[in-house]
Structures are given as C-alpha cells and as structure tokens.
C-alpha cells in the first residue's frame, strides 16, 4: 500500500514568488495535515484539512494558503515568498477525525534564494 | 496549550549501548502518544505509540510506556546499533474536539550511534 506521497521533493524558487506544493495521502485517509521544518525552529502545525474543509490553522501568516480536493489529496500554496520559507515541508494524513495515528510523507524541500 | 518537553542533545553513543531519551507532556484531556524518526534527508516515520495510561509502544528494539502519573513517555533501547543514528521526536495528539486535532512535537533529540 502506498503511505503519502509528496511532490516536488526538491524546489528552488526566488524571493516573492509563489510555490505550489503537493499531497496524496494515503488511500481511505480523509484528513491531510502540513507541517513545516524550518532549521532550528522544529515542526510547526501548518494546516489541516479533513473532508475538503480546512479545519485548523496553525499560527502563519495568510499567504500560506491550501486546499484539499475530492479525492482528498492536497495542495500547499505559499505566496510572496520569503528567505525563511526555506524549509521542509511535510505533508501527512490520517483516517478522518477519529484516526489517532498520523503518517507523514517524505516531504517537499523548499529552498529561497 | 498542550506541550511535550524532550532531552535536549545531541546525544552521542557506542553502538550496542543502552539508549534514553526522556519525554514529558502537558496536556488536557487524555492524549495519545507517539514517538517519530527521521533518518537523514528524509521524512517523518512513526517508530511507535501509546493510546492510553500503562500502554507500552514497541517497534524494532525501541520501547515507551505511558506514564499519566509522571506525564512521561521515555524512548528506551536496549542496544542500539549505528543505523539507529537519527533525529528523535515525542509527540501528542489530543482526541478530537472541534478544531484542536493535530500533533504536538517535542523539539527533537539527535542520536548518534558510534562504531
């Protein structure tokens, strides 16, 4: 069984502009979740999406945008990007609301130059 | 809000030493527990979890017992070998209730195992 997939695994892009980043999760899984690994400041709560609603957002400024699609995958937008978005970012998912057990991809490096 | 404090590293043993690597939580409600693993360059994977008070959590040598008295969920193994060399994470999950339904990360402990 596939676990979740993550697409680019490697991007560059320059100061202000945008990146679309991409999540399959797991198949049955309905809720997907973003995090983000900045160097030195650990993993951080992005968003959570479940059944095509977002349904909590960590503490990030709008341009960090997102939806998730019929088929429950995902998208993570980041507009206006700045040098400190260079990160990992981690897509996962897990069964629903009632699905204790999150499973994380092997995530989207993002450098900003 | 909830929070898990983890030993600060980066700790550094010889391969087939006993490992520890402490993680304690605060939290409201009756949350679940996990320890994750990140292998250089790579992503998060889950190494094992506890649901509830005693549940012992145990994956390829590494083990965790949920302690509600202490708030303690601490990684142990009994001998760890180079290939254990990784990036540590504790982390809790509250049960959901309306929008608070994601995990919370300790800071993470980097374990290096020598030859």
């Known amino acids: 069984e596939a676990g979740v997939t993550q697409s680019p695994t490697h991007l560059i892009k320059t100061r202000g502009q945008q990146v679309t980043l991409r999540c399959s999760p797991i198949?049955?899984?309905?809720?997907v979740y973003w995090y983000q690994q900045a160097l030195g400041l650990g993993l951080q709560f992005l968003l959570w999406y479940d059944e095509g609603e977002e349904r909590n957002r960590g503490n990030f400024p709008p341009r960090f945008s997102g939806r998730q699609f019929p088929n429950y995958s995902s998208e993570l937008n980041v507009n206006a990007l700045e040098l400190e978005d260079s990160a990992l970012y981690l897509c996962?998912?897990?069964?629903?609301?009632?699905?204790?057990?999150?499973?994380f991809g092997e995530g989207s490096w993002l450098t900003v130059v | 809000g909830d929070s898990v404090t983890q030993m600060e590293g980066p700790v550094t043993l010889s391969e087939e030493a006993f490992l520890t690597i402490n993680c304690t939580y605060t939290a409201t409600g009756y949350p679940s527990l996990f320890w994750y693993v990140q292998y250089p360059g790579e992503g998060l994977q889950l190494l094992l979890k506890a649901t509830k008070a005693d549940d012992k959590g145990s994956n390829k040598g590494f083990e965790a017992t949920y302690r509600k008295e202490t708030t303690s969920f601490h990684l142990e193994k009994g001998s760890v070998q180079v290939s254990d060399s990784a990036v540590y994470f504790c982390?809790?999950?509250?049960?959901?209730?309306?929008?608070?339904?994601?995990?919370?990360f300790g800071s993470g402990t980097q374990l290096t195992v020598l030859p």
């Open positions: 982390a809790l999950s509250t049960p959901p209730s309306g929008s608070a339904r994601q995990l919370t």
């Open positions: 198949s049955g899984h309905t809720s």
């Open positions: 996962a998912s897990s069964w629903g609301t009632r699905g204790n057990t999150i499973y």
